[in-house]
């Protein structure tokens, strides 16, 4: 069964600056997605960023990018220029290539505090 | 603005009264879900529908239900809440995952309370 770990449960950044989510998983399969969600304070979750296990180059959306890691199942997502808007629970998730099973998997979130 | 909507946003029922919350969507997406969500817990896949098709996962317990009357709209039954059923319960949708149009856009919860 597929495992997707968030490590850090708690983080904190100032605005403007740069930080890092981790994101560890795994799976026995070779092509799968994965995804990191973002959930406000009180509103609806949304996608940030999806990566794709058969695409080398590493997702990137604006200020959102992500470290894509094959080989050591790493999926970690770096928040550039942080903004007070970015304050928000964030999960990372696995899905299956294989579509009969299109479930995400979630990890437990890390919850990321932007200070003015 | 197309997307998901839930009602009601917070539900308050008492032990083992049936409760139903709602899911529609203006996406016409193929697929809906419906996950648990338990406090500073990850969101946990309990059953979606691809088109008509229901399918359950594993661990599911029988006191969840769910009906699709069309493609807008999908209920989440649940028939004898416990106490152990106060949530955060989110709906998604996905256009077709077969395709790769495998993104899920999400409601924004129905927290339920069991008194």
């Known amino acids: 069964a597929q495992t997707v770990t968030q490590s850090q449960p708690e983080m904190s950044v100032q605005e403007a600056e740069t930080v890092t989510l981790s994101c560890t998983y795994d799976t026995s399969e070779n092509n799968y997605y994965l995804f990191w969600y973002k959930q406000p304070p009180s509103r609806q979750m949304i996608l940030v960023i999806r990566q794709e296990a058969y695409k080398q180059q590493n997702a990137t959306e604006n200020r959102f990018s992500v470290n894509f890691q094959k080989a050591a199942k790493s999926f970690s997502l770096k928040i550039s220029d942080s903004q007070l808007g970015d304050t928000a629970m964030y999960f990372c998730?696995?899905?299956?290539?294989?579509?009969?099973?299109?479930?995400?998997?979630f990890g437990t979130g890390t919850r990321l505090q932007v200070f003015p | 603005d197309a997307m998901v909507i839930q009602n009601p946003r917070y539900q308050v029922t008492q032990f083992g009264k049936p409760v139903t919350l709602s899911c529609s969507q203006t996406l016409n997406h193929n697929v809906m879900y419906w996950y648990q969500q338990k406090s500073s817990q990850a969101p946990k896949l309990l059953f979606h529908y691809y088109d008509k098709d229901f399918n359950n996962e594993a661990d599911t317990p029988d006191n969840f239900q769910s009906r699709r009357p069309n493609t807008s709209f999908c209920f989440l039954d649940i028939r004898s809440p416990g106490l152990g059923d106060a949530a955060m319960y989110l709906c998604?949708?996905?256009?077709?995952?077969?395709?790769?149009?495998?993104?899920?856009?999400f409601g924004p919860g129905t927290r339920l309370t069991v008194l």
């Open positions: 998604a949708t996905s256009r077709d995952p077969a395709g790769g149009q495998n993104e899920q856009f």
């Open positions: 998730a696995f899905m299956s290539f294989d579509y009969n099973t299109d479930k995400l998997i």
